[in-house]
């Protein structure tokens, strides 16, 4: 039975009497395929974001968990790096099988860790699934250069390795959905992994480990919880890992990318993002309000892709302004076990909740016309209504990345302005442009600095398609099978083959 939740006079927040229930993972370390409590005693808690409640807690680790976790992923390289692709595409097909027969415990655990909406958990939980099988498959048929005599009598070729052990951070926008993304290509090409979760969001990377234990052996997956400044500082400065991967902030790539430098390996960061929609005279507005409701509000917001910046044409600006913000007054805040279309979930913790508010009130108080919502409350969970702002050229919120449910709307006039205004930000991470033309298309779409397009639509996300950013949204390919040549080497191996 659902009940209207009035939480101040400005917020509605759509209950049910009870929360959803499920049972918890066990909540520790998971190094060498032994689930391990902290060093130190430290805990953290683990809290449901709908209504500020306590879920779980969480060991803490340290540096001293850090290097009990190399040590084991160093341990086990070799061997899982010695298995045929064959063999290591028949764990991931496990993995992926036993993830598909625990999808609605995973579901649920996201929806109480993160407030997701039932659609968006469908999607997170089926898209790893996905990317666990895919990358089994592509992993099995990667094509190189041809082996070839290209000086005489020596014959070269190719040979493509591990890296070795792979220091992986995940965020707690979609914490199962960005674990799957990074595991799985990094495992099919025999790297084994010590991986940190957002200690905001650790819930369904531990129930992964208790999945994967026993289908793994012990030492390819390690898990350590904590913090970014503790955990994730030590593990992407340890000298043991041969990569750091991080999907987080442009702050924390910064800073995991440092770390990298210093060790001389690799870092692979995908970041923030800002992306504009394009949006052109001829577009179909009706379609272009459709997918700014879904897109820019998808996750509530708290999506590096979300399509959060309208550039629209003077010319239809007022038309299309009508229609996003009817189309996005239809949404209904509600707390994950409300099972209906057009809910939008709560903002991820306090903290964050403040930041998107900040940013909402400094645009307003800039100048910026709220059409739509603008107002929060934090009483019981963190809540804000989804909100659509007119915004002066140059404010600095058409520039930043906000994360949560804010769609801003501007204009140009010149098609060669709208293009610059779009490229303006340091983030390029997606953008989309919408218009009839297939030429004005292709001809925007070449122009954008962002290493996703879409045209007509936004976040399209196969999982063959590479997702990756350029300039602040950091570089790495994840999903496609670029994301297997991006975790591992080549090696070009020259064979003397005289006759002597
Ligand atoms: P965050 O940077 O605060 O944290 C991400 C992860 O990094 C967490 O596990 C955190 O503990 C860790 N971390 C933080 N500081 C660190 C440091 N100095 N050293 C090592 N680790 C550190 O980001 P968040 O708030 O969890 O996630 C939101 C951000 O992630 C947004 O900027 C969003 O755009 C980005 N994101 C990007 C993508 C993408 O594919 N490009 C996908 C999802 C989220």
Redesign the pocket.
Known sequence: MTEQNTLSAAVTVLRAEQPLTVEMPRCDHYIDGRHLESATGETSEVVDPARGTVLATVPRGGAAEVDAAVAAARAAAPGWAARTPKDRAEVLLALAEALRDDRDRLRTLEALNCGKPPAVTADDVDSAIDTFRFMAGAGRSTTTVAAGDYVEDITSMILREPLGVIGM??????PLL?VAWKLAPALMVGNTIVL?????TPLTTLRLAELADGILPPGVLNIVNG???TV??A??AHPGIDMIA???????GR??AGAAAANVVPAHL????KAPVLVCPDADLDQVAATVAEAGFWNTGQE?GAACRVLAHDSIAEALTEKIVTAVAAYRLAAPEIDQDDTLGPIIYRG?YERVMTAIDAAVDRGAEVLLGARGDDSEGYWIEPTVLKVATGDPISLE?V?GPVVTIETYREESEGVARANETDYG?TASVFTRDVATALSLAKALDFGSVNVNTHLALPTEMP?S?FKH??YGR?LSAYALDDYSRTKHLALNHART
């Open positions: 951070i995940t965020p707690w926008n979609y960005m940190k979760p957002s200690e905001v913090s970014g400044s994730g500082a593990l992407s991080l999907t987080g902030s442009v702050g924390a800073s995991v995908e970041l923030g993002g590096c964050h990345e994360f991470l997702w950013g949204s950091g994840d």
